[in-house]
């Protein structure tokens, strides 16, 4: 996954990185707001477990 992968998803959704960062925390985790923009920047690349994390919301809230 991509930087342009994760905005389309975020697109095609209707959703921001905002309703992302909610998830994780209702979910028990914590994301940083930077994190989420350093990969939709693509200024920081998205690793495995960040793909997954992202793959697994998108699949949730559908």
Do not use: C
Request: hydrophobic share 40%.
């Amino acid at each position: 996954m991509n930087y342009t992968d994760l905005k389309q998803l975020f697109q095609v959704a209707g959703k921001s990185a905002r309703d992302f960062i909610r998830w994780a925390e209702s979910h028990g985790i914590k994301v940083h707001d930077a994190t989420v923009s350093r990969h939709l920047a693509g200024t920081q690349g998205i690793t495995g477990p960040w793909a997954l994390a992202y793959k697994y919301y998108f699949s949730d809230i559908a």
